[in-house]
């Protein structure tokens, strides 16, 4: 593992600013009774069979991700070839934005029962329209023209679109169908459906293994089976271990994450320096790997640590990424703090956010409270998909409970009230600066890349795509709608710390130069060369 993955080790001061890791946004879990699990029916190939709009069935792998000898091709959930090019990827033109959505996919084998004979017929309408002397063979370098010698825009269109799979342009490719998608253009998204497969590879370039992804919520999209391709990927993780390993994996090669929590610890500690009970209420805890750090410190601090109670929010589905409900996460921080000799209580809340009431909160007179939003927010409905706006409510909730410090870290991402196709060239702007980034930390040839990317991104980039209303989880929104709906809830911006801000920035240097850091309108932005991908900001 390269060096470059951990960083090194800081001043024993800040110590309590990084968390070791921490269980991102992730609810995993399905048994059989699940209503996924009853829809799908495994052929004796082992290759489980989704039914479509015209009662034809596609295929997705039981295996997610195996891998052929020949060729050097792979199939990717549901089956289809992906062979591995060489590709790059650079920013992200706005091509032209149809307001149109439509459904999803479930697997390009459905999409035609041969690409060729696809193929073969746009020549025959090419005939047709152009006249039997046209050459078809010079489609790709010819000017289309009607009878008139006028340009067809239509058929220009086509041309263009050919030229683009023959130069193996993949970005270009995958835009082009998410338009095409976007348009209800069913024969052209057919068409690059069928080129694209070839170009994308979950072990080659960003772009490529990217592209394997984004190509399977594209053709999600096309079927509209989205939630059921979603909920076909949840049921395939792996051993809670093995994801706890994974995710532990992205955590440490994404120094983004890293510090996004480490600024909230940092405001935190700021905010309670002076306290002698300090009760802490964490919305999706996870694995409570957050406040380890802050534990050791507040037991280092002059006149002795306070009293610490930590609330842990969270649901039953996580458990299963645990390994264990929260009883195995307040053991966990018991057993630390009493090797620091901190007194410490455990309150486990074990519902889901949208749920939370004050009087499960375990609120106690006395106690400084501070609350923790760490990419967690984005996973509620707001009133875009529901009369009932969680989003807000909880916000209003969390006021009236006069916290000291609320913390927020979120993804800085706009998929929440996109329609598909904005959403779409987001998706893939924040996805290509993140996979890029992984390359510049992560060995091309680790063994568990693969798996750290199959496992903790393809999903969310699955569910943004391809899902729509209530079955899109992931609605991301920029820190600036964040900061309006605090505002609306009666919060007051609370400054970070400099010196905390300096550290990170310190650490990030031990990483690539093109990881970026800014600080901005009293927020903390970490990214990737010019793309922001993690916003940080405190209120009271």
Same mark, same amino acid.
């Given at each position: 593992m390269s060096k470059r993955l951990?960083?090194? *080790?800081?001043?024993?001061?800040?110590?309590?600013?990084? !968390?070791?890791?921490?269980? %991102?946004?992730?609810?995993?879990?399905?048994?059989?009774? *699940?209503?996924?699990?009853?829809?799908?029916?495994?052929? !004796?190939?082992?290759?489980? %069979?989704?039914p479509t709009a015209n009662g034809r069935y596609c295929t997705l792998e039981s295996s997610s991700a195996t891998i052929r000898s020949n060729n050097s091709t792979l199939s990717l959930i549901n089956g289809s070839p992906l062979s591995q090019q060489d590709c790059s990827s650079y920013p992200l033109d706005q091509p032209r934005v149809s307001e149109k959505s439509y459904g999803s996919p479930a697997s390009s084998s459905c999409i035609t029962d041969d690409k060729h004979q696809l193929r073969n017929k746009l020549m025959e309408l090419e005939t047709v329209m152009l006249g039997p002397d046209y050459d078809v063979s010079d489609k790709y370098t010819g000017i289309f023209h009607d009878r008139s010698g006028v340009a067809s825009p239509e058929i220009d269109s086509w041309r263009q679109m050919m030229e683009i799979t023959s130069k193996k342009d993949l970005r270009q490719g995958l835009l082009d169908c998410a338009l095409a998608i976007s348009e209800d253009n069913r024969p052209k998204a057919q068409y690059l459906i069928a080129e694209l497969e070839q170009m994308v590879s979950v072990s080659g370039e960003p772009i490529q293994r990217l592209g394997a992804y984004v190509l399977e919520g594209l053709i999600a999209k096309f079927n509209s089976a989205g939630s059921s391709i979603y909920e076909v990927l949840r049921c395939k993780e792996p051993a809670s271990s093995d994801l706890f390993s994974y995710m532990h994996i992205l955590y440490e090669v994404c120094p983004y994450f890293k510090f996004g929590y480490m600024s909230a610890n940092g405001a935190i500690a700021e905010a309670m320096k002076d306290e002698d009970r300090v009760h802490i209420i964490d919305f999706q805890i996870g694995q409570g790997s957050q406040w380890l750090t802050l534990i050791r410190a507040f037991a280092a601090r002059p006149g002795g640590p306070p009293h610490i109670r930590i609330t842990g929010i969270d649901d039953s589905i996580s458990a299963y990424a645990r390994g264990g409900g929260l009883e195995t996460v307040g053991k966990r921080l018991s057993k630390l703090a009493e090797s620091y000799k901190v007194p410490f209580k455990f309150h486990a809340a074990s519902r889901s956010d949208c749920e939370s009431q004050q009087v499960n909160l375990g609120i106690t007179p006395g106690e400084a409270l501070a609350v923790n939003f760490a990419f967690i927010l984005h996973h509620l409905p707001d009133e875009s998909v529901s009369t009932h706006n969680h989003r807000d409510r909880l916000l209003r909730l969390v006021k009236g409970l006069s916290p000291k410090v609320v913390t927020l870290v979120e993804q800085e991402s706009n998929t929440n009230t996109a329609a598909f196709f904005p959403r779409f060239l987001e998706t893939m702007n924040y996805y290509t600066a993140m996979f890029e980034s992984i390359d510049a930390t992560l060995p091309r040839n680790h063994k568990d890349r693969i798996h750290v990317e199959q496992h903790c991104l393809a999903k969310d980039v699955v569910n943004i795509i391809a899902c729509e209303g209530a079955e899109r989880v992931k609605r991301h929104e920029l820190l600036g709608k964040w900061k309006s709906r605090f505002a609306m809830a009666g919060f007051r911006p609370y400054p970070l710390s400099s010196l905390v801000n300096a550290t990170i920035k310190t650490l990030l240097e031990n990483y690539s130069d093109k990881y970026k850091l800014e600080e901005r309108d009293g927020a903390l932005y970490l990214g990737w060369m010019n793309r922001a991908l993690v916003g940080s900001c405190a209120w009271t």
């Open positions: 951990y960083p090194k *080790s800081m001043p024993e001061a800040h110590a309590y600013l990084l !968390p070791q890791f921490h269980q %991102l946004d992730h609810q995993l879990y399905c048994n059989d009774s *699940s209503p996924s699990a009853r829809f799908m029916i495994q052929n !004796p190939n082992g290759r489980v %069979l989704i």
